[in-house]
């Protein structure tokens, strides 16, 4: 009896398993991908609106906007902006009151010369409008659920970002300096961000243009998107508006719904896969099974009138059922092939001849007629038998085509056939005293005897020639005006110990020529 793990339901049950978890995995992964390819999609359109907001809110500010930057990256580290300030209120009226003052007070619509002021109108004028764009940015990121908004002043030759609207609070120590707590806001936080890290930042400010993708940015603050929006006013670029979101939570519920999809996917493939397996073993499995019991009984009980009992057992049409009727069939002739065993000799007979065609076949290569790598390597051993006996006048010559590669890819390969047998038909037009082997694509090899021995000089030419004769033919086709690289080594005992010697020294030669033949192209 066969053990469990070697029935053939089982191994098709591995199979399946198997087919299931790939399926599972895969379906895992393009799902993964696809929705975080479409969330960026996603990201980047929201960002961009978000930032396109900030911007029409500035914009809409004009040109005391421009006044405000200015003298923010003049004046930032004189300023006292309270830390924990929650609405700008107190600075306007602080302003406005520094106005009455001086008797500078405005009426509705009135334009003033903001470079007129007193300093200290400036710097009031200055906190309020800086309170009131943290306080916009801050909430921008709270109604958008971002964990940054903020707006950049760069400093292009440096690679550097100002941090003008900040959209994390961070406070200044008693010497001015950014610190972990504080009194006043810390202005001008400046940072170095170098293209290479931040391109698609440098991009959009160097461009002018929004760009189709976001900068992720991987640091301590956190794993984010940014998009930034080029801030113009009356035509003059200012600076970037920055949004961030972040990615780990979204990737989380990506991975989820993933695993998810894994999950229902693999429940779906197992209830297909179990009905599809009891479907095959009451189908297939089971007539397997009784061909198998009878195929026994007949072995054991060389029994002739069990075909009869397998043709009865027979059902339907497919693949098994005709295995049945073949073996019936192979034990109802049994007797008549023994009888035949004289018609069978006489098919042996021909079949060794069919063998000995074949054997003639295999040592031909079939798109030139040409001997091939078998015929060579047989040929070789003939060689190396006359060098045992002290025959030494022959030689190889080795032939490469030129620009195979090249003429299949551009013309086709029945094109880069034409020029294989282009240049069979040369090797064996000026070889014609000696045997000419294909023993690669592009790789002829003539074992040099005899007169094409003596005259190999002349033969080389006689080639180089025809090569030459074939290039500037301008009725040929491009792939008929075939180029090749010939090299020819000569048996010498004082450097050759085997035919593989020569043979190498033949290749080298044949490299030689193809190195040369560039050389003279490139010139």
Known sequence: MKKHKDRLLFKFAQIFIVFTLVAMLLSGI?????????????????????????????????????????????????????????????????????????????????????????????????????????????????????????????????????????????????????????????????YHNPYDTTPVQWDTWFTGIKQENVQVWDNKWGHTYAYYVPLYIKGEKLGLVGAEIEVEDVNKEILKNSVAQIGWVGIVLIVCITIMLLFIRKKYILKLVRLEANLRDYSNQKNPEIALKIQEEITGNDEISSLSRQFAFLILKIEDYIKSLFDTSQKLKDSQARADKMKVIANRDPLTGLRNKNAYDNEIIRLKEQVSLGKTDFGIAMIDLNFLKHINDTYGHDQGNIAIKKLSSLVCQVFNHSPVFRIGGDEFVVILEHLDYSEIDTLCMNFNIQLEIFSKNIDLKPWEQISAALGYALYDKNQDYTVQDVFRRADQAMYERKKQMKAIRED
Do not use: C
């Open 30 to 190: 393009i799902t993964f991908i696809y929705q975080t390819n479409s969330y960026k999609k996603a990201v980047i359109k929201n960002l961009r609106n978000i930032a396109e907001y900030l911007e029409l809110l500035i914009q809409d500010f004009g040109e005391d906007f421009i006044s405000y930057q200015k003298y923010y990256m003049e004046h930032f580290a004189e300023a006292k902006i309270p830390f924990s300030f929650t609405e700008y209120n107190e600075a306007h009226r602080k302003y406005e009151k520094l106005l009455a003052n001086y008797g500078l007070e405005l009426k509705d619509g009135e334009k003033f010369d903001f470079e007129n002021f007193p300093e200290d109108v400036k710097m009031a004028y200055f906190t309020y409008i800086h309170e009131y764009w943290i306080l916009t940015f801050e909430k921008a990121r709270k109604a958008f659920n971002l964990p940054y908004t903020y707006y950049l002043v760069p400093k292009e030759k440096l690679f550097n970002m100002v941090y003008m609207i900040d959209g994390e609070r961070s406070p200044k120590n008693i010497f001015g300096e950014k610190s972990t707590r504080g009194d006043y806001l810390y202005l001008g936080d400046e």
